[in-house]
């Protein structure tokens, strides 16, 4: 302390006897030393000492101190030390958290650092200058920058990266930190891309291309791999960040074989499986299995999601995830995300299925690992988050897999085989059926994802038979559930699973509406589950799937059951409970908080149990079918109208409803097609920008490269001459020094040039690469707009024809009514007597003298 006492005075002069300065005082004197001295040695004394008052006196330094500063980085960029200063004062003066110093100022606000943020990048030149500090090799410079650049960056995010992104290799020279030898340099310039690529696709892309890739594997290789420290966790936090939400540098990683130099980091030696991981090594793990999914994201497209799928089983990376699935030792944390992870590279590719299907756990004797994650779900001792992954898994492995899911089925089925293992068809029924809710839902959901699009196996499930305590006949599985759900013991999370798995088996299958309808009191139950009037969330929901089940009884019922064909059911909605009343009690469903939740992505996220209610593939049906169910039922409760029959314009306007979804959804997809060629476009200009840039820096390079090159042979020649020609010893040693470092600083020169010079023409290769895989997609996409929009101009014509057929259809009915109406003048003037029906065009008029009028409107004697 008293060192800097006597520091400040000897920048500030001395002071009166008694006086001691305050603190903006002492920093206005500082500052006028900066800008006013002309002596480099002045200034850097007053730029150390105002460094030392920055974290105390943060307000007055950063209010007199930060043009100042800014000059001196801009005037004084030769001197090392006065720039790393400079940057330290404004990394304090910037930070986002509070110094102990500064605790007992009350001028110091919470977000201090963040309003000097703003002000510092209001000229976006001072990013530059920073970002130019990076091209510094002297350490204090570079790892101050990079300190003051995190810093900006987390005040400032966006602003920051929109400046960096507009500025000339401003991500080049960030990416050229992470070959730097010093590891705090590297460490820290890790974090700081963390921050920088959060959020930013553009900048993600740019990261990319400048070969991150490569460089963070090889960071990852030098620190131990899997199982090196945090900085491998922060590689991979970093990778995690380019691919996650980036389509383009998804293809990019995929078609880089980077999947192929992940896969051996799943090998887990069998020594470490005896004693455990690390908590470190969990981290990583983790890290690398958010990155697989990163890949084969059900959000993704799937074009990428199976291009990755395929590449991901050929590399032996799903092989390694299955090992790990299978291993002993394993904590719960990575089991479970091992679990989804393989969910996800397995959901809808067949052969990734089939391979995952033949996989057999480590047991005496072996089972399939299918059976043993069956047996973990339908166990309520485990582990919640781990029978939620093991549903995940099983959904996925059924998604589209139709041999997967008959064959499910047919261990349901009755045989004649002895069968001596257990099956999956056994532990969903044994978990459907039993005393704990949370294994009657996972069970009801399973089961119903194996009817998924298969209406072949919905029939099937008709002939399973359950053999029941003290009933010697087999009881059908659909009267079981029918039973299970009509009793009041049943908890609120059995109803529900029921409900869905009804919804899902009886929606286009008229046979299995057929058999739910011979039920006695299924009908009988639905009503009086939507008439009630109880007032709880948990009621509106099985109100609201009451209604779903009764409407999809008549949208798909064939009206071979007597007393619940179509119209007898409508007319028991509309005398018992109305229109209005089912209308809005179908709606509580999707007004529900679990339905929006559980519509955003096939694997469900929950808190606690209770939040385990509906399904995704369940709000995928209902949301096909609401619309279709609530327009069927309002269009037989119009009341005169014979409900069997439906007029043609009904089915004409039905039609011209579906073409106009049809061509919705093609403009919508043209759309995304046309805003994706603005912004390939976009990306395609900014490569070629950064191409031409980097061809003109790699020329200059060449140039400075033969002038080093020419400098080096003078050094060289002139070394000869005074070592042939000067008269003194004494002078030939000392220009023989001269002239020998003069070489090494020119060879040293020369060195670091032809690196830089290589360096530029890799990125410009990479530049040109991307750029010509953007004009090839470019030309895809053109190609792909051009069809969808013949495809819309086709649909429209379609669509212009339908309404034309139509409205001529509508007229043929006019001029058939008025002729009608004509024959019925003329009977009624004939002296025929005429029921005034005209609403029903097949019923046959009677005639007073025993005429009758047939379908053709002849008369018959």
Same mark, same amino acid.
């Given at each position: 302390?008293?060192?800097l006492?006597s520091?400040?005075?000897t920048?500030?002069?001395?002071?009166?006897?008694?006086?001691?300065?305050?603190?903006?005082?002492?920093?206005?004197?500082?500052?006028? $030393?900066?800008?006013?001295?002309?002596?480099?040695?002045?200034?850097?004394?007053?730029?150390?000492?105002?460094?030392?008052?920055?974290?105390?006196?943060?307000?007055?330094?950063?209010?007199?101190?930060?043009?100042?500063?800014?000059?001196?980085?801009?005037?004084?960029?030769?001197?090392?030390?006065?720039?790393?200063?400079?940057?330290?004062?404004?990394?304090?003066?910037?930070?986002?958290?509070?110094?102990?110093?500064?605790?007992?100022?009350?001028?110091?606000?919470?977000?201090?650092?963040?309003?000097?943020t703003?002000?510092?990048?209001?000229?976006?030149?001072?990013?530059?200058?920073?970002?130019?500090?990076?091209?510094?090799?002297?350490?204090?410079?570079?790892?101050?920058s990079?300190?003051?650049?995190?810093?900006?960056?987390?005040?400032?995010?966006?602003?920051?990266?929109?400046?960096?992104?507009?500025?000339?290799?401003?991500?080049?020279?960030?990416?050229?930190?992470?070959?730097?030898?010093?590891?705090?340099?590297?460490?820290?310039?890790?974090?700081?891309?963390?921050?920088?690529?959060?959020?930013?696709?553009?900048?993600?892309?740019?990261?990319?291309?400048?070969?991150?890739?490569?460089?963070?594997?090889?960071?990852?290789?030098?620190?131990?791999?899997?199982?090196?420290?945090?900085?491998?966790?922060?590689?991979?936090?970093?990778?995690?960040?380019?691919?996650?939400?980036?389509?383009?540098?998804?293809?990019?990683?995929?078609?880089?074989s980077?999947?192929?130099?992940?896969?051996?980091?799943?090998?887990?030696?069998?020594?470490?499986?005896?004693?455990g991981?690390t908590?470190?090594?969990? *981290?990583?793990?983790?890290?690398?299995?958010?990155?697989?999914?990163?890949?084969?994201?059900?959000?993704?497209?799937?074009?990428?999601i *199976?291009?990755?799928?395929?590449?991901?089983?050929?590399?032996?990376?799903?092989?390694?995830?299955?090992?790990?699935?299978?291993?002993?030792?394993?904590?719960?944390?990575?089991?479970?995300?091992?679990?989804?992870?393989?969910?996800?590279?397995?959901?809808?590719?067949?052969?990734?299925?089939?391979?995952?299907?033949?996989?057999?756990?480590p047991?005496?004797?072996?089972?399939?690992?299918?059976?043993?994650?069956?047996?973990?779900?339908v166990?309520?001792?485990?582990?919640?988050?781990l029978r939620?992954?093991?549903?995940?898994?099983?959904?996925?492995?059924?998604?589209?897999?139709?041999?997967?899911?008959?064959?499910?089925?047919?261990?349901?089925?009755?045989?004649?085989?002895?069968?001596?293992?257990?099956?999956?068809?056994?532990?969903?029924l044994?978990?459907?059926?039993?005393?704990?809710?949370?294994?009657?839902?996972?069970?009801?959901?399973?089961?119903?994802?194996?009817?998924?699009?298969?209406?072949?196996?919905?029939?099937?499930?008709?002939?399973?038979?359950?053999?029941?305590?003290?009933? !010697?006949?087999?009881?059908?599985?659909?009267?079981?559930?029918?039973?299970?759900?009509?009793?009041?013991?049943?908890?609120?999370q059995?109803?529900?699973?029921?409900?869905?798995?009804?919804?899902?088996?009886?929606?286009?299958?008229?046979m299995?509406?057929?058999?739910?309808?011979?039920?006695?009191?299924?009908?009988?139950?639905?009503?009086?589950?939507?008439?009630?009037?109880?007032?709880?969330?948990?009621?509106?929901?099985?109100?609201?799937?009451?209604?779903?089940?009764?409407?999809?009884?008549?949208?798909?019922?064939d009206?071979?059951?007597?007393? *619940?064909?179509?119209?007898?059911?409508?007319?028991?909605?509309? +005398?018992?409970?109305?229109?209005?009343?089912?209308?809005?009690?179908?709606?509580?469903?999707?007004?529900?908080?679990?339905?929006? $939740?559980?519509?955003?992505?096939?694997?469900?996220?929950?808190?606690?149990?209770?939040?385990?209610?509906?399904?995704?593939?369940?709000?995928?049906?209902? +949301?096909?079918?609401? *619309?279709?169910?609530?327009?069927?039922?309002?269009?037989?409760?119009?009341?005169?109208?014979?409900?069997?029959?439906?007029?043609?314009?009904?089915?004409?306007?039905?039609?011209?409803?579906?073409?106009?979804?049809?061509?919705?959804?093609?403009?919508?997809?043209?759309?995304?097609?046309?805003?994706?060629?603005k912004?390939?476009?976009?990306?395609?200009?900014?490569?070629?920008?950064?191409?031409?840039?980097?061809?003109?820096?790699?020329?200059?390079?060449?140039?400075? !490269?033969?002038?080093?090159?020419?400098?080096?042979?003078?050094?060289?020649?002139?070394?000869?001459?005074?070592?042939?020609?000067?008269?003194?010893?004494?002078?030939s040693?000392?220009?023989?020094n001269?002239?020998?470092?003069?070489?090494?600083?020119?060879?040293?020169?020369?060195?670091?040039?032809?690196?830089?010079?290589?360096?530029?023409?890799?990125?410009?290769?990479?530049?040109?690469?991307?750029?010509?895989?953007?004009?090839?997609?470019?030309?895809?996409?053109?190609?792909?707009?051009?069809?969808?929009?013949?495809?819309?101009?086709?649909?429209?014509?379609?669509l212009?024809?339908?309404?034309?057929?139509q409205?001529?259809?509508?007229?043929?009915?006019?001029?058939?009514?008025?002729?009608?109406?004509?024959?019925?003048?003329?009977?009624?003037?004939?002296?025929?007597?005429?029921?005034?029906?005209s609403?029903?065009?097949?019923?046959?008029?009677?005639?007073?003298n025993?005429?009758?009028?047939?379908?053709?409107?002849?008369?018959?004697q």
């Amino acid at each position: 302390m008293n060192f800097l006492k006597s520091g400040l005075q000897t920048v500030l002069g001395s002071q009166e006897p008694g006086t001691l300065p305050s603190g903006a005082e002492t920093v206005e004197r500082l500052v006028e $030393r900066v800008s006013s001295s002309t002596l480099l040695e002045d200034r850097r004394d007053a730029c150390r000492a105002l460094k030392a008052l920055s974290k105390k006196f943060r307000v007055e330094v950063g209010a007199q101190g930060m043009p100042v500063l800014l000059q001196v980085m801009e005037m004084d960029r030769a001197d090392a030390e006065i720039i790393g200063y400079c940057l330290d004062t404004l990394c304090h003066v910037t930070s986002p958290e509070q110094f102990d110093e500064e605790a007992d100022n009350p001028a110091i606000t919470v977000n201090i650092g963040e309003q000097f943020t703003e002000m510092f990048i209001k000229t976006s030149d001072n990013v530059g200058l920073v970002l130019n500090c990076l091209e510094e090799y002297d350490f204090r410079v570079r790892w101050s920058s990079i300190k003051l650049l995190t810093s900006l960056l987390a005040n400032r995010p966006k602003e920051i990266q929109e400046i960096v992104l507009v500025s000339p290799m401003g991500v080049s020279k960030l990416m050229d930190l992470l070959i730097d030898s010093r590891e705090v340099i590297r460490n820290d310039a890790l974090l700081l891309l963390f921050k920088l690529t959060k959020g930013n696709a553009n900048i993600q892309k740019i990261v990319a291309f400048e070969n991150a890739f490569d460089r963070l594997f090889d960071v990852i290789k030098e620190e131990g791999c899997t199982d090196g420290g945090i900085i491998v966790e922060d590689c991979l936090l970093l990778m995690l960040n380019l691919l996650k939400n980036n389509p383009s540098n998804q293809q990019f990683f995929k078609e880089g074989s980077y999947i192929q130099r992940l896969a051996p980091m799943f090998v887990i030696p069998p020594e470490q499986e005896e004693v455990g991981m690390t908590p470190q090594k969990v *981290s990583n793990l983790l890290c690398m299995l958010q990155i697989v999914r990163s890949l084969v994201s059900p959000i993704n497209s799937q074009h990428v999601i *199976s291009s990755c799928q395929k590449a991901m089983r050929s590399s032996g990376l799903l092989e390694g995830l299955c090992n790990i699935l299978m291993g002993s030792g394993i904590s719960p944390d990575i089991l479970t995300e091992t679990i989804s992870t393989v969910a996800e590279v397995i959901r809808g590719d067949i052969n990734n299925q089939e391979y995952f299907n033949s996989v057999l756990a480590p047991s005496n004797p072996p089972r399939p690992a299918l059976i043993v994650l069956l047996m973990s779900m339908v166990n309520e001792k485990q582990p919640l988050p781990l029978r939620t992954a093991v549903l995940y898994c099983f959904q996925s492995f059924l998604y589209k897999n139709e041999p997967g899911q008959n064959a499910l089925i047919q261990t349901l089925l009755p045989t004649t085989a002895q069968v001596s293992s257990l099956t999956s068809g056994q532990l969903l029924l044994g978990g459907l059926f039993s005393t704990d809710p949370l294994s009657n839902w996972f069970s009801a959901v399973t089961l119903s994802h194996a009817l998924l699009e298969n209406p072949t196996q919905k029939e099937q499930l008709l002939r399973v038979l359950l053999a029941t305590l003290g009933v !010697n006949t087999p009881v059908p599985l659909l009267q079981q559930c029918t039973q299970l759900l009509q009793q009041a013991s049943s908890k609120f999370q059995s109803k529900v699973a029921l409900l869905m798995l009804l919804s899902i088996w009886l929606s286009h299958c008229q046979m299995a509406v057929k058999t739910f309808l011979s039920l006695s009191g299924s009908v009988a139950y639905l009503i009086a589950q939507i008439s009630a009037n109880e007032h709880d969330d948990n009621e509106y929901l099985i109100q609201g799937l009451c209604a779903f089940l009764m409407g999809i009884c008549i949208q798909f019922n064939d009206s071979s059951v007597p007393g *619940s064909k179509r119209e007898d059911l409508c007319q028991l909605l509309i +005398k018992r409970i109305g229109l209005e009343t089912f209308g809005t009690k179908l709606g509580e469903v999707s007004k529900h908080e679990s339905y929006s $939740r559980s519509a955003k992505h096939p694997q469900i996220t929950i808190h606690s149990s209770s939040d385990l209610l509906l399904d995704y593939e369940f709000c995928k049906l209902f +949301k096909a079918l609401e *619309s279709i169910i609530t327009k069927t039922v309002n269009g037989y409760g119009n009341g005169t109208e014979n409900i069997t029959e439906l007029t043609l314009s009904q089915e004409a306007s039905g039609l011209v409803g579906q073409y106009k979804d049809i061509i919705r959804d093609q403009d919508s997809r043209l759309q995304q097609l046309q805003e994706r060629l603005k912004q390939m476009e976009i990306e395609s200009t900014q490569l070629k920008a950064q191409l031409d840039q980097a061809q003109n820096t790699n020329s200059q390079l060449s140039d400075q !490269n033969i002038l080093l090159k020419a400098q080096l042979q003078a050094a060289s020649d002139l070394q000869k001459t005074q070592q042939h020609q000067s008269p003194f010893h004494l002078l030939s040693t000392q220009g023989e020094n001269t002239s020998h470092q003069q070489m090494e600083a020119l060879e040293a020169q020369l060195a670091a040039v032809t690196l830089q010079n290589q360096e530029h023409q890799s990125r410009a290769g990479y530049y040109e690469t991307e750029n010509q895989r953007l004009r090839n997609e470019l030309e895809i996409l053109k190609q792909r707009t051009n069809e969808a929009e013949t495809s819309a101009q086709e649909s429209k014509t379609d669509l212009e024809n339908l309404r034309k057929d139509q409205e001529d259809l509508m007229e043929l009915m006019t001029d058939q009514e008025n002729k009608i109406r004509m024959y019925r003048k003329q009977l009624k003037s004939l002296g025929c007597k005429v029921d005034d029906d005209s609403d029903d065009e097949d019923e046959d008029i009677q005639l007073q003298n025993g005429l009758t009028v047939d379908g053709n409107i002849g008369l018959q004697q």
